[in-house]
């Protein structure tokens, strides 16, 4: 059975503070990894990261994937009251699992100002 | 671009009742919607995948008969929790993506479905 591991479940920090997310799995057929932020609706996508070792930036929210060691994280720097939401990673494998995505725990991130 | 239209975004309804839940892709025309449930605090638990024109495909334990799933056009699927009990209150988000599978999935804003 495809897992997916997120850690820390819950994070506080402070304003300008450096944040960084972990995402391990195990999952057979791996496609791709996604990153989403929840806020108090659906999520909202943020990255997708299929090759190793290229970086996904957008803004201060950066995301690297390494296949071999089966883990990703998400970097958010200079952090603001607005990024508190819960990050989800999830997976998108295929054979049987095709076109599913399989969900982590997720990582609540509370900014204080 | 990739909006996903969800409606209603709460209902209250008696024991009983059944509901149905839309979920519409505005700007691009999904092949394949999936449907979720999650609990306060929990991640988005897979209930099934919707593809066009055909059946839906329900993961192990979601009653098909409970939780009837109909994507009758590439823009719509509905979801209807039939003789709703309190157990299904819950959080439901739907998702959809454009052609092939190494797409993203793209949310709605989910239903908050509340059952007296």
């Known amino acids: 059975e495809d897992k997916v591991v997120q850690s820390p479940l819950s994070l506080v920090v402070h304003e300008g503070d450096t944040v960084t997310l972990n995402c391990s799995y195990e999952v057979t057929n791996f496609r791709s990894l996604l990153w989403y932020k929840q806020e108090k609706k659906a999520p909202t996508f943020l990255f997708m990261l299929?090759?190793?070792?290229i970086e996904k930036k957008s803004g201060r929210l950066s995301s690297i994937l390494d296949k071999k060691e089966l883990f990703s994280i998400l970097n958010i720097t200079a952090t603001q009251t607005g990024d508190s939401a819960i990050y989800l990673c999830?997976?998108?494998?295929?054979?049987?699992?095709?076109?599913?995505?399989?969900f982590g725990q997720g990582t609540i991130l509370t900014v204080h100002p | 671009g990739a909006v996903v239209s969800q409606h209603p975004s709460w209902v209250i309804c008696k024991s009983g009742t059944s509901v149905k839940i839309e979920c519409r892709s505005l700007?691009?025309?999904?092949?394949?919607m999936f449907w979720y449930r999650q609990f306060p605090k929990q991640s988005l638990m897979l209930m099934a995948t919707s593809n066009e024109g055909s059946k839906a495909t329900y993961e192990q334990g979601v009653e098909k008969d409970k939780f009837l799933i109909n994507h009758a056009s590439l823009t719509l699927s509905t979801l209807t929790v039939t003789s709703a009990h309190p157990e299904d209150s819950s959080f439901y988000i739907c998702?959809?993506?454009?052609?092939?599978?190494?797409?993203?999935?793209?949310f709605g804003d989910g239903t908050r479905l509340s059952i007296l």
């Open positions: 999830a997976t998108n494998a295929g054979g049987t699992s095709y076109g599913k995505l399989t």
């Open positions: 700007d691009f025309q999904a092949t394949t």
């Open positions: 299929t090759s190793s070792g």
């Open positions: 998702s959809a993506r454009a052609g092939q599978v190494n797409q993203p999935q793209h």
